[in-house]
């Protein structure tokens, strides 16, 4: 049984724990995105949320506006105070442009509005994904109850094992050999930091409103590893944890072509060299890419040899592949167009609620009587 602590808190899943939390004082932000109705209403998630019962559900969507309508009529049959913030309302977009942050869009953007509309309502901030087959209600409470004990900012970690098989795949073959890389190089308390949490991709995070308004967001993907840099400047190790949550599983991304790992390779790798390099380091980013080769490498043996152990499949020929369709994300970051901090922005939540509210911005046609 793992008793081991990190740098950072580390709360174990020991005895299957319910612990107490700040539920009522929360509001639960899920990010989603889907071009279906049946792509954006996890049933099982807002079934848990409803036996959660946190003071207000905010739910950044991404999707058609058929989609959007569809959803907002199909949460409300649900016992629980959702809000729908639709992100691709087109109000939404000229009030982001109008106040000079209007571009792209995906994942970071929506989860920072959802984030901004949360905060305003809510002493305690969660995030989670909604693409988890394995969620249930103990994920908000053990992500919120740390922050009743002196903690301002908590990420979840889990283990990834399926199909007889070992998942995670961007932490394990890209982002754990780079940090690894990184500690070797360079003694900085950045990469500890970043170094402790068990699953730094995690999409699952809880903070105090007040950091919340505090942190800058990536735009896309690299979002988590990103917050990670922010958490590490506004909280520090000291008031920082990690909880257990259990065996997560959800659907695979492939490695290539639009949407795959190795795009978000590139993406998580400037969100972490950016984090790095505001941490005071500089990395040597023409020897950096075969140290990295040769970190993953090791570390492909060690899951090889893991694997084994545990009776799951393993093929070293297409982990070490993987490494090398990653080998482009080893570079320095390029513009840095991170939202900014809600504090640091005059943009109000509540004009962001308004202009995203799905009733007040489809057009006639598109609405269902």
């Known amino acids: 049984m793992d008793y081991s602590q990190e740098r950072v808190t580390t709360l174990h899943d020991l005895t299957d724990p319910l612990p107490d939390a700040p539920v009522a004082d929360s509001a639960v932000v899920v990010p989603i995105a889907g071009e279906?109705?049946?792509?954006?209403?996890?049933?099982?998630?807002?079934?848990?949320?409803?036996?959660?019962?946190?003071?207000?559900?905010?739910v950044p969507l991404r999707a058609p506006a058929e989609?959007?309508?569809?959803?907002?009529?199909?949460?409300?049959?649900?016992?629980?105070d959702v809000t729908t913030l639709w992100c691709d309302a087109p109000a939404l977009e000229t009030r982001l442009e109008a106040h000079g942050i209007g571009g792209q869009r995906g994942k970071g953007r929506d989860v920072w509005l959802g984030l901004g509309v949360a905060a305003d309502r809510a002493d305690y901030v969660v995030v989670h994904d909604a693409d988890a087959r394995t969620y249930s209600p103990a994920v908000v409470q053990r992500l919120l109850a740390p922050l009743a004990m002196e903690h301002d900012f908590v990420k979840g970690y889990y283990a990834r094992v399926e199909d007889g098989r070992l998942y995670g795949r961007l932490v394990r073959l890209f982002i754990a050999p780079l940090l690894r890389t990184l500690e070797d190089r360079h003694d900085a308390e950045i990469v500890r930091y970043l170094s402790a949490f068990r699953y730094p991709l995690a999409g699952e995070f809880a903070f105090s409103a007040d950091v919340a308004r505090r942190l800058r967001a990536q735009r896309a993907w690299g979002l988590e590893i990103g917050l990670l840099g922010e958490t590490f400047d506004a909280v520090g190790i000291d008031r920082s944890a990690q909880a257990d949550l259990g065996v997560h599983r959800h659907d695979h991304k492939p490695v290539g072509g639009r949407g795959g790992l190795s795009g978000m390779a590139e993406q998580v790798g400037q969100a972490l060299f950016r984090a790095v390099e505001e941490g005071g380091i500089d990395p040597d980013y023409g020897t950096l890419p075969d140290a990295y080769r040769g970190a993953a490498s090791r570390l492909v043996s060690q899951y090889a040899a893991d694997a084994a152990f545990n009776g799951l499949e393993?093929?070293?020929?297409?982990?070490?592949?993987?490494?090398?369709?990653?080998?482009?994300?080893?570079r320095p970051p390029g513009p840095d167009t991170r939202l900014p901090a809600w504090d640091e922005t005059d943009l109000s939540p509540r004009v962001v609620f308004d202009a995203g509210r799905v009733e007040h911005s489809l057009p006639s046609d598109s609405r269902t009587d």
Do not use: N
């Open 36 to 58: 279906s109705i049946a792509a954006v209403t996890p049933e099982h998630v807002f079934e848990s949320l409803e036996t959660v019962g946190p003071g207000a559900v905010v």
């Open 67 to 80: 989609v959007a309508e569809g959803f907002r009529e199909w949460v409300a049959d649900y016992a629980v």
């Open 314 to 330: 393993y093929d070293r020929s297409a982990e070490r592949e993987q490494v090398e369709e990653y080998v482009s994300g080893v």
